[in-house]
């Protein structure tokens, strides 16, 4: 399957700080990138669409000013948490479309443990 | 009513046993339909998708979808210890985003 990478792994940040995570398809190109959060024992939560060269799509109830996206090219979207909080300490996965794999397939990149201290 | 409903599990069987998962879907117009496996503390990591009714098999894994029940499982065969992981099923209803249900975690006993 399409491999998706991100970066950082894990980041560890202190209250009202600023985190980026980086979103990569690393062997095709991603018009469509997706942002979601998973609490733990959770299933993933979608919190937004993130389209290259055009403004992200956000979930109902996800705060577009705190979770800023940008997908500046084909193979990079970007989640920036914004004054982070401990509430937003979570486990933030992106994953991307790839036609490829048939209508609607999506991969996922190995996720970024956010803890906000 | 969600939109992806799954039995949470756990699912315990024995190794070499049949794992059965399933899942209904409220959309009954979804078209795309997918099965994800999560071990502990990873990303998802997709197994199967699946388009028109009846069975689609890959390996030791068989997805069978029945869109007139908005019904779709997983059949595990010959489960081995290393299929121990939460099931995701997931659902495209317009081919674009993806709808999850909560997960099935399986516990294959050595």
């Known amino acids: 399957g399409a491999v998706v990478s991100q970066h950082p792994s894990r980041v560890i940040c202190k209250s009202g700080t600023s985190v980026k995570i980086e979103c990569r398809s690393l062997?095709?190109?991603?018009?469509?990138m997706f942002w979601y959060r998973q609490f733990p024992k959770q299933s993933l939560m979608l919190m937004a669409t993130?389209?290259?060269?055009?403004?992200?799509?956000?979930e109902q109830g996800v705060e577009k000013d705190k979770f800023l996206i940008n997908h500046a090219s084909l193979t990079l979207s970007t989640l920036t948490v914004t004054s982070a909080h401990p509430e937003d300490s979570s486990f933030y996965i992106c994953?991307?479309?790839?036609?490829?794999?048939?209508?609607?397939?999506?991969?996922f990149g190995p996720g970024t443990r956010l803890l906000v201290l | 009513q969600k939109e992806v409903e799954q039995n949470s599990g756990p699912l315990s069987v024995p190794e070499g046993a049949i794992a059965s998962l399933n899942c209904t879907y409220s959309?009954?117009?979804?078209?795309?339909f997918f099965w994800y496996r999560q071990y502990s503390g990873k990303s998802p990591e997709l197994i199967m998708s699946?388009?028109?009714?009846g069975d689609k098999e890959d390996g030791r894994f068989t997805a069978q979808l029945n869109k007139a029940s908005q019904y779709v499982s997983l059949l595990i065969r010959d489960s081995q210890p290393s299929d121990s992981a939460t099931y995701l099923c997931?659902?495209?209803?317009?081919?674009?985003?993806?709808?999850f249900g909560a997960g099935t975690t399986v516990t294959v006993r050595a």
């Open positions: 994953s991307a479309r790839d036609g490829r794999g048939g209508p609607g397939t999506q991969y």
């Open positions: 997931a659902v495209a209803p317009n081919n674009y985003k993806l709808s």
């Open positions: 993130s389209n290259e060269g055009s403004k992200a799509t956000y």
């Open positions: 959309d009954r117009g979804s078209q795309s």
């Open positions: 062997d095709f190109q991603a018009t469509t």
């Open positions: 699946i388009y028109s009714n």
